[in-house]
């Protein structure tokens, strides 16, 4: 079976996500609520792990192509690193329409959210969780989604975390790339078939795969002094693998971002790299003072 080739993508991200499972792992803190949350364009699943704080940012994150939250972001949340930041912060997961483990399947004739109507989801779910600001935390699909959100909406998104993210609409290179990197990942690609196999829905991955291929370029530009342009006004990590398919988009992505806010990173950690872009944020404050919150 041929699968979309954003899928392979995952394989070449950091050693978090290359080492890990995908068995079931424990609950990440202890108070957990998942619903699906309507919106402007329909129903999405999300998960709020922790308590919101007024003020301080939720870190969301949005999962790639053939995941969801569990399969892509559990693991790399399990790390000591990350544990550490999600004393001081909430985490919002959010599920692509249809995407969580034994989802059904949509009803005949319905129409899949393009990517740019998913980005615009993203707000109902902070009113639903009372949530003011994020720092986004996506890859693949979901690092694109972030981005356009942050676009259209600066003055909700504190700082984002791209991962393997192409900003640019879909290409034949993106297929080419791909081709080559198969080859190399054998083990891995056998984990992730039996999990598309065994856990997620075809149809509606199907049709998650068709909006992504269907995306619109970003248009984002450098910024210059004194024009206007199309640019992420947060901080920025961008994150991939050195032998990622993805390497020259996140490039590129980099060279049209303020350099003055923008980080490129080809990490051995993940997690370490994360928790050091959010002190740089201006949260320092909650490792100095430990387990006290002296903020209220």
Known sequence: ???????????????????????????????????????????????????????????????????????????????????????????????????QDGAPSFQAGYVYPSMDQLAEMIPGILKQFGLKTIIGMGTGAGAYILTRFALNHPDMVEGLVLINVNPCAEGWMDWAATKEEIHSNHDLIHTYRQHIINDMNQTNLHLFVNSYNSRRDLEIERPVPGVNVVTLQCPVLL??????????????????????RTTLLKPAKLAEAFKYFVQGMGYSKYWFYGMVDLTT
């Open 239 to 260: 994150v991939v693998g050195d032998s990622s398919p993805a390497v020259d988009a996140v490039v590129e992505c980099n060279a049209k971002l303020d350099p003055t």
């Open 1 to 99: 079976m041929l699968w979309p080739p954003h899928v392979y993508q995952l394989l070449t991200m950091s050693t978090e996500f290359q080492d890990a499972h995908l068995a079931e792992v424990k609950p990440l803190v202890e108070k957990e609520e998942e619903q699906d949350v309507e919106t402007v364009h329909g129903s999405v699943r999300v998960t709020m792990c922790g308590t919101p704080r007024g003020n301080r940012p939720a870190i969301l994150t949005y999962h790639d192509i053939g995941l969801n939250h569990k399969t892509c972001f559990n693991p790399l949340f399990n790390f000591e690193d990350m544990q550490e930041i999600t004393q001081h912060f909430a985490v919002c997961h959010v599920d692509a329409p249809g995407q």
